[in-house]
C-alpha cells in the first residue's frame, strides 16, 4: 500500500516532442505529490509538486495532471529538449507520516535533437 | 547547488568493514534525510532526524545507524558491510519537520568489494 508504481522505465522522445511519464498509487493517505528530476552524477532535484486539491499544476514546460478517484498523477513535459535528458522520479508522501517520501522506481528520459 | 554537502564522495571498503557517511544540512534547515539508491532498489527512505531527534525510520538495516549532532550535521553508520550495500547514499535537508520541499546532496557512492 506504500508503492507508488511508474511507468515507463525509459523514454525517448524527439526534441519538440510531448514526454509523458505517469505514476499510480494506492495509499489514500497521500497528501502530498511532487516529481523530481536527477541529471547523472547530481542528487534529486524537486520539478513541481501537486496537493490533491487541485488536477493540474503547470509551471513552464511542466504539467502535473491528477486523477484522485483513479489514484494516477503523470508528468508532462512539453517541447522537451535535449536538456531535460534525466531520471524522472515521482514521490508520495503523507501527514501523518512526516517528510517520508516514497518514490517511483525512475523513468529515464532521453530526448534526441 | 542545493546547499547541502556530503563527504566523502566515493567510498570503496571491504566486506565487513565499517563507514561512515557525512552530512551538512542547508543552513537553516532541521531536519536530515537519509536515503539509497540502488540499481534493483530505486530511491529507499532509511531515517529522518529533526534537531537532534530521531523522528521516522524506513527500511534501515540493523547494521546501519545515525545521529545528528547539535551543530545539525549528520552521519551515517554503516556496519558489517556487505556486497548489497553497494549504492549511491544521499542525504537530504528541510526547514521543518514538515516541509514540502527536501533539498538533497550530490550523494556518497559506496562499493564494497
Known amino acids: 500500500q506504500q508503492q507508488v508504481k511508474q511507468s515507463p522505465q525509459s523514454l525517448i522522445v524527439q526534441k519538440g516532442g510531448i514526454s509523458i511519464i505517469n505514476c499510480a498509487y494506492e495509499?489514500?493517505?497521500?497528501?502530498?505529490f511532487p516529481w523530481y528530476q536527477q541529471f547523472p552524477g547530481k542528487g534529486p532535484a524537486l520539478l513541481i509538486a501537486?496537493?490533491?486539491?487541485?488536477s493540474e499544476k503547470k509551471e513552464g514546460r511542466f504539467t502535473i495532471s491528477f486523477n484522485k478517484s483513479a489514484k494516477q498523477f503523470s508528468l508532462h513535459i512539453m517541447d522537451s529538449q535535449p536538456g531535460d535528458s534525466a531520471t524522472y522520479f515521482c514521490?508520495?508522501?503523507?501527514?501523518?507520516?512526516?517528510?517520508?517520501?516514497?518514490f517511483g522506481t525512475g523513468t529515464r528520459l532521453q530526448v534526441f535533437p | 547547488d542545493s546547499g547541502v554537502t556530503q563527504t566523502p564522495k566515493h567510498l570503496i571498503t571491504a566486506t565487513g568493514q565499517r563507514v561512515t557517511l557525512r552530512c551538512s544540512p542547508r543552513?537553516?534547515?532541521?531536519?536530515v534525510y537519509w536515503y539509497q539508491q540502488s540499481l534493483d532498489q530505486g530511491l529507499q527512505f532509511l531515517i529522518q532526524?529533526?534537531?537532534?531527534?530521531?523522528?521516522a525510520k524506513g527500511n534501515i538495516l540493523e547494521r546501519f545507524s545515525a545521529q545528528q549532532f547539535p551543530d545539525l550535521h549528520s552521519e551515517l553508520n554503516l556496519s558489517s558491510l556487505e556486497l548489497g550495500d553497494s549504492a549511491l547514499y544521499f542525504c537530504?535537508?528541510?526547514?521543518?519537520?514538515?516541509?514540502?520541499?527536501?533539498?538533497f546532496g550530490p550523494g556518497t557512492r559506496l562499493l564494497v568489494l
Open positions: 537530504a535537508s528541510s526547514e521543518l519537520v514538515r516541509s514540502e520541499t527536501q533539498y
Open positions: 495509499n489514500t493517505a497521500f497528501d502530498y
Open positions: 501537486i496537493r490533491p486539491d487541485v
Open positions: 514521490a508520495a508522501s503523507w501527514v501523518y507520516n512526516t517528510d517520508k517520501l516514497i
Open positions: 543552513s537553516g534547515d532541521l531536519s
Open positions: 532526524y529533526y534537531n537532534g531527534e530521531e523522528r
